[in-house]
């Protein structure tokens, strides 16, 4: 099966895909983006993410490529068109296609829309059962990090060392405090030995995770005592368990800070009990989560204005 991409109005094959060289997504990394899983065929809190997507264009004045709506039926053709079962989509939308200046441009330049999809095989991911190992590093980012961005240098350079070390994510620690603010393309937790969870609150200082916000939900449901505050990378060592969030980490348990082993080195049960709640919420099987397309539409969609 070909796989597909959308490019400003059109469906592509994916190796064909190609945007502007004046795209100022290129030039200034001057646009927002939004990573949504697709668990047996749904997309997973997609309202949530759509909503924070609003929120990332409102924050830099950038407008709807195309109307919501229209966005969520190119998400559906999408899947449809690339087969898609497991796995996620992502969708970036930049400031448009402009001679290079920094200041916006005109106001008549349409912002641009990308969108691919990844198939992911989330049942074979080792990740979720063996757990991960996190090194820290200094946080080196802007003061927006609530704005979802596809200017990602730092977290780049902080990924690149967590591989370098052998590592699956690298904590980013505040150089003022030496309080982890988030992984760098994740959300960080831990439990700690009273069994509290421990996450920080969703300021301008990390991203608020979509999955965040649901595994708070089910520590709810579940009746888990939480809180939202700031921990130091000295307190995180000590956890007894720890773990880190995303659209596509689901819950990942983490076995070790810096080498050193968090709790006895092993997943630990809270994490295990999230993961589980996570995964049933994915599948439907609690309030919210799966959501949309319940069926894959048949038909192609009406096709989107063209760039
Ligand atoms: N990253 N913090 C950062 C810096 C992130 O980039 C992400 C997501 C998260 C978790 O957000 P959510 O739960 O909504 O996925 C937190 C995506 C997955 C990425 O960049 O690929």
């Known amino acids: 099966?070909?796989?597909?991409?959308?490019?400003?109005?059109?469906?592509?094959?994916?190796?064909?895909?190609?945007?502007?060289?004046?795209?100022?997504?290129?030039?200034?990394?001057?646009?927002?983006?939004?990573v949504v899983t697709v668990k047996d065929g749904r997309l997973v809190d997609a309202t949530a993410h759509m909503d924070r997507l609003a929120r990332s264009l409102d924050e830099l004045q950038i407008a709807w490529p195309v109307s919501r709506p229209v966005m969520e039926m190119i998400m559906a053709e999408m899947i449809r068109r690339n087969g898609l079962t497991d796995g996620l989509v992502y969708m970036q939308i930049t400031r448009g296609v402009a001679p290079r200046n920094h200041a916006f441009p005109d106001a008549g330049v349409r912002p641009a829309l990308v969108m691919t999809t990844k198939k992911m095989n989330f049942a074979k991911m080792t990740k979720f059962t063996d757990g991960v190992s996190v090194i820290t590093a200094p946080d080196q980012r802007w003061t927006r990090r609530d704005i979802k961005t596809i200017s990602l240098l730092p977290n780049c350079l902080n990924k690149q060392k967590a591989a370098e070390a052998g590592c699956y994510e690298a904590w980013q620690v505040d150089p003022h405090d030496g309080t982890v603010t988030e992984g760098t393309a994740s959300n960080a937790w831990i439990i700690t030995e009273a069994g509290e969870l421990v996450t920080r609150p969703a300021t301008h200082r990390i991203l608020n995770g979509v999955t965040r916000l649901t595994i708070l939900k089910i520590a709810e449901e579940e009746g888990l005592p939480f809180v939202e505050r700031a921990f130091t990378v000295e307190e995180a060592m000590k956890a007894k368990e720890a773990f880190i969030s995303s659209a596509t980490s689901f819950v990942t348990p983490v076995i070790a800070i810096d080498g050193r082993p968090i709790g006895d080195g092993k997943v630990g049960p809270i994490c295990r009990r999230l993961l589980a709640g996570y995964n049933e919420y994915a599948a439907g099987l609690r309030a919210g989560g799966a959501e949309w397309p319940d069926e894959i539409p048949a038909d192609e969609p009406a096709a989107p204005e063209a760039a």
Request: proline share 6%; charged share 25%.
């Open 1 to 34: 099966m070909p796989r597909y991409a959308y490019v400003n109005g059109r469906y592509v094959p994916h190796r064909e895909a190609a945007v502007h060289i004046e795209d100022r997504g290129y030039q200034f990394a001057d646009g927002v983006y939004e």
